[in-house]
């Protein structure tokens, strides 16, 4: 089975503070994506990677970067956490086909 | 108007009853059409996926494209407890040359028994 972790489940953070959210997948898959999930908005791409050091931005990239130095992990970057980043972050990955495979998710505050 | 639409509900049933999910999406170039369920505190999982018009039955569920319309549903007949989640339509196309997979803002299902 696909398996795609993430670091943290939960995570409070203070406003201005560089938080780090890392993703890991087992199966070798090419493709990987950050996405943010919030009620009445749904899930909406950040920014998501083809490739190993390859990023492309999605559709709400402002505040964030993201890092991926070997295949199997993407990390999503907040480089000044704001409250309006208070959010659930779901990582997820893409082999050949098309069916991308989430992680549990990271339930972020910042406060 | 939004590259994909569905009825955020929430939308509760009782133990038995066939559920109708649906989405409309706009562009025409849409290739893929999926159905993503997940529960509460957990990441999605894909529950059905189809690229053509028609129907596409797994157990209990039936998935269903119309091309001509734009728009996709989702059937699940005598529906369960465990069915409860937020199923999210999803729908994968191209842009700028790349692929993009455009969710659906999710429904949320209970089914009480």
């Known amino acids: 089975d696909v398996k795609v972790t993430q670091s943290s489940r939960y995570l409070v953070k203070r406003t201005g503070e560089k938080v780090f959210l890392e993703c890991v997948q087992d199966m070798d898959h090419e493709n990987m994506f950050w996405y943010r999930q919030d009620p009445g908005l749904g899930l909406r791409l950040i920014y998501f990677?083809?490739?190993?050091?390859?990023?492309e931005k999605g559709d709400i990239p402002e505040g964030y970067s993201v890092s991926r130095e070997k295949k199997e992990r993407f990390s999503l970057i907040l480089e000044s956490a704001s409250t309006n980043q208070t959010s659930m972050y779901l990582c997820?990955?893409?082999?050949?086909?098309?069916?991308?495979?989430f992680g549990p998710g990271t339930r972020l505050t910042v406060t | 108007q939004k590259e994909v639409e569905q009825d955020p509900g929430p939308l509760s049933v009782p133990e038995g009853a066939i559920v109708s999910l649906n989405c409309t999406y706009s562009?025409?170039?849409?290739?893929?059409f999926m159905w993503y369920r997940q529960y509460s505190r957990k990441g999605p999982e894909l529950l059905m996926y189809?690229?053509?018009?028609g129907n596409k039955e797994d157990g209990r569920f039936t998935a269903q494209v119309d091309k001509s319309s734009k728009y996709i549903s989702l059937f699940i007949r005598d529906s369960q407890p465990s069915d409860s989640a937020t199923y999210l339509c999803a729908i994968l196309g191209l842009r700028g040359g790349s692929e993009k997979l455009v969710f659906g803002k999710g429904m949320k299902l209970t089914v009480n028994p």
């Open positions: 990677s083809y490739d190993v050091k390859m990023k």
């Open positions: 189809t690229y053509s018009s």
């Open positions: 562009n025409s170039a849409f290739q893929y």
């Open positions: 997820a990955s893409r082999g050949r086909g098309y069916e991308q495979y």
